[in-house]
């Protein structure tokens, strides 16, 4: 056995144990014995090589067109589109405390990145302010971000990127307003993610201003690669993709 494995297999125990001891429901229709039952799970809509659906293609041409081109070494995939089951689970994880979830979220994040054959030295959660932690008791984006590192054997670094002040929630704000709230408002810790090839995880992205931000900071920070994950991607209705074309950057 290959040694970097037995941390992954422990994990995989510990949630093993976990789900005995609290058997789980899914968490979209309350089917015993799933985080995800697979009927609900067969309703995802997986965002597999970013062919589907095509509004997703252009949402994913914004994000790099419009907000990262001038960020060369950065890269962005998420895993299913945001809406239906994938939006109840990250409901489910953000609001009422179903860790179980994240797990099963954490696996197939960590089998997308292994699939994008991105090289990594960090993962790091995008922080989360000190009033929403306050609020909730746990970052979720760290609670994937975590074993997910575990599974890919690479160092989780949570104390790599810090969130320098609170912002508003970025919900109802139009893209431009998204990008205003949040420019600024991470900084990079360059002595651990100086040279490094990071790859940052959050739990949905919508106009990707929040990634470009945190981007930003850690390539300020000495930071060589940004590679971003999430697990949900909102898509943009034709109104809101020709308010991102109208940003000039
Ligand atoms: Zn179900």
């Not at 090289?119 to 008791?137: A, F, M, N």
Request: charged content about 20%; overall charge positive; glycine content about 8%.
């Amino acid at each position: 056995m290959v040694r970097g494995q037995i941390p992954a297999l422990l994990y995989k125990g510990f949630c093993e144990a976990i789900d005995w001891v609290y058997p789980p429901v899914c968490a979209a229709c309350d089917e015993p014995g799933f985080h995800l039952c697979p009927q609900c799970q067969s309703k995802i809509q997986f965002l597999i090589d970013n062919k589907h659906p095509n509004s997703f293609g252009n949402h994913q041409k914004m994000v790099k067109n419009n907000y990262m081109n001038d960020l060369p070494d950065t890269g962005l995939r998420s895993l299913a589109v945001y809406d239906g089951v994938i939006r109840e689970g990250i409901h489910a994880m953000k609001y009422a405390n179903n860790h179980g979830i994240s797990h099963l979220f954490s696996r197939w994040l960590a089998n997308m990145v292994k699939d994008e054959g991105w090289l990594l030295d960090l993962v790091i959660p995008v922080p989360l302010s000190t009033e929403r932690v306050k609020e909730r008791g746990y970052n979720q984006s760290a609670l994937i971000a975590r074993p997910v590192s575990i599974l890919l054997g690479v160092p989780f670094s949570p104390y790599g990127l810090k969130r320098m002040r609170n912002t508003q929630s970025q919900v109802g704000l139009s893209a431009e307003e998204r990008r205003a709230n949040v420019a600024g408002a991470f900084q990079g810790v360059s002595e651990i993610v100086s040279g490094k090839r990071v790859l940052l995880v959050d739990d949905v992205t919508t106009t990707g201003s929040t990634l470009e931000a945190c981007a930003r900071a850690l390539k300020k920070a000495g930071g060589n690669f940004i590679f971003c994950a999430t697990v949900g991607a909102a898509l943009l209705n034709d109104k809101q993709l020709s308010k991102l074309e109208s940003v000039q950057v």
